[in-house]
């Protein structure tokens, strides 16, 4: 198994035991040129968790590895999602990982202090990481996620040590699913519509280009709708 598979696979095991949580979805995704599969879709369910999606995209020819997680809550909800990207493409390795906001941090110093601060030593060490640089990510897609997301690129050894970073936001984050975080004085539901679906546009992500055409896209747009939902 890849050094990203393990990585995410490792997450998933984590959350399962945490939430029992069970396969409601697995899926294989075959390619647009061939009916090969080239992925996987899988969606988990479990209290207290709405779902958790992941992706898994494997295509040797062209050199692409990548595996993601995205665990939600639901919508009225104000603890955060958790994802969490880990790829190998070409050579070089690539992660994302993140809490997303439920609700907009700059007016909400109570929640951001309970569910992001304690993040911030974590985040400093990534960035301290031999091997570890920043992801050309614009700021329009920044402004979508939260200042403590780690979107970097890394050598394989840098790699390997940003699992324990991945580990220690995990464990944060089922903290704070177990415990909750402070209230905050708006319609969670009615945000979290908004922000899925300019998290995962195609008119912000450019990703989803690439999606479409690896699978065609009947297969993104179900990939898609499992994220929105």
Same mark, same amino acid.
């Given at each position: ?6 990585? !995410? ?5 984590? /959350? /399962? &035991? ?20 080239? #992925?996987?879709?899988?969606?988990? !369910? ?17 050199? +692409? ?9 639901? #919508?009225?909800? &104000? ?11 070409? #050579? ?10 439920? /609700? ?20 400093? &060490?990534?960035?301290?990481?031999? #091997? ?19 979107? !970097? ?43 899925? &679906?300019? +998290? ?11 999606? /479409? ?17």
């Amino acid at each position: 198994m890849s050094l990203p598979a393990a990585l !995410c696979e490792r997450t998933v095991e984590t /959350t /399962t &035991a945490a939430y029992d949580l069970a396969v409601a979805v697995d899926l294989e995704l075959t390619g647009e040129l061939s009916p090969d599969p080239v #992925g996987r879709l899988r969606v988990l !369910c479990g209290d207290p968790l709405a779902k958790v999606v992941t992706v898994d995209l494997v295509v040797p020819p062209i050199g +692409l590895d990548s595996h993601m997680i995205f665990a939600f809550l639901p #919508g009225d909800s &104000a603890i955060p999602h958790f994802t969490l990207d880990s790829v190998a493409a070409n #050579g070089y390795f690539a992660m994302h990982l993140d809490l997303i906001p439920r /609700t907009d941090l700059a007016v909400s110093l109570d929640y951001l202090d309970a569910a992001f601060l304690p993040l911030t030593p974590s985040l400093e &060490a990534a960035w301290r990481i031999e #091997g570890v640089s920043p992801a050309a990510v614009g700021p329009r897609q920044r402004a979508m996620m939260s200042p403590w997301m780690v979107v !970097c690129r890394a050598t394989e050894s840098a790699f390997g040590e940003l699992g324990g970073t991945v580990a220690e936001y995990l464990r944060h984050w089922l903290t704070l699913v177990d415990k909750g975080v402070p209230p905050v004085d708006i319609d969670l539901a009615a945000r979290d519509r908004v922000n899925r &679906a300019n +998290l995962f546009s195609p008119r912000v992500d450019p990703v989803w280009a690439q999606v /479409t055409r690896l699978l065609g896209a009947e297969q993104a747009e179900r990939v898609r709708g499992e994220l929105l939902s």
